[in-house]
């Protein structure tokens, strides 16, 4: 997990604005996620990719916008739409989604903040 | 339905104690169950995983036995200590974006 790295570690959001967050990983990995993590709960998963240039809604993807240009990147954007967007977000990726490359090992997280 | 269930929410132990979490699902696909270490304000770590061909798997001081009959796992983690206090997610796949996570138990170790 030490290959996938993120930033900022802390984003302040003011009011209105769009904010990206960046998640880079060296592992060669096909597939990658995005998740929240809300205080004292559990993994929420957002968007996730399984191939380059290709994306897919998880279950709280409102109010979030995902690009999947190089397989090596997979950056989050908090658009103005999502309300509540206070969070500890956790990137993620794997080698696949099928038997034997699917465990996922994570970034170090960006905790975001709106002021 | 898809989600997993975790127990307890929260477990204090006291130093050298063994605890024991269990996870249930419901999806009998599933194949694979992870479990993740998680300390505060740190990523989530793998730190033992079991496929649903095997039974129990061990390595040192933590195990993880599976129970496909009854649709359940557990994580053991043996001769607690103080380090060990931390968040720890079940999850269960097939796996990738099907991995789902159950809702964590706070370990507290007390020394």
């Known amino acids: ?115 | 339905g898809e989600n997993v269930e975790q127990h307890p929410s929260t477990l204090s132990v006291q130093e050298g104690d063994s605890a024991v979490i269990k996870c249930t699902y419901s999806d009998s696909a599933s194949n694979y169950f992870p479990w993740y270490k998680q300390e505060l304000g740190k990523r989530p770590q793998l730190i033992i995983d079991i496929r649903s061909n095997v039974g129990e798997k061990k390595d040192q001081r933590i195990a993880v036995t599976l129970n496909k009959t009854a649709k359940h796992f557990s994580l053991h983690i043996t001769e607690t200590q103080p380090e060990d206090s931390a968040v720890y997610f079940c999850a269960r796949g097939p796996g990738g974006f099907k991995t789902i996570f159950g809702a964590g138990t706070r370990l507290f170790v007390k020394a």
């Not at chain 1, 993590?37 to 380059?52: A, H, N």
């Not at chain 1, 998880?58 to 916008?65: K, L, Q, T, V």
């Open chain 1, 1 to 115: 997990d030490g290959g996938i790295t993120q930033s900022p570690k802390y984003l302040f959001r003011k009011e209105g604005q769009n904010v990206t967050l960046s998640c880079e990983q060296n592992l060669n990995h096909d597939a990658m996620y995005w998740y929240r993590q809300d205080p004292g709960q559990g993994l929420r998963l957002i968007y996730y990719s399984q191939i380059v240039n290709d994306f897919q809604k998880g279950d709280i993807a409102e109010g979030y916008s995902v690009s999947r240009e190089k397989k090596e990147s997979f950056p989050l954007t908090v658009t103005s739409a999502q309300k509540n967007p206070t969070a500890f977000y956790l990137c993620a990726s794997s080698i696949g989604v099928g038997q034997g490359g699917e465990t996922q090992y994570f970034g170090p997280g960006t905790r975001l903040l709106v002021l």
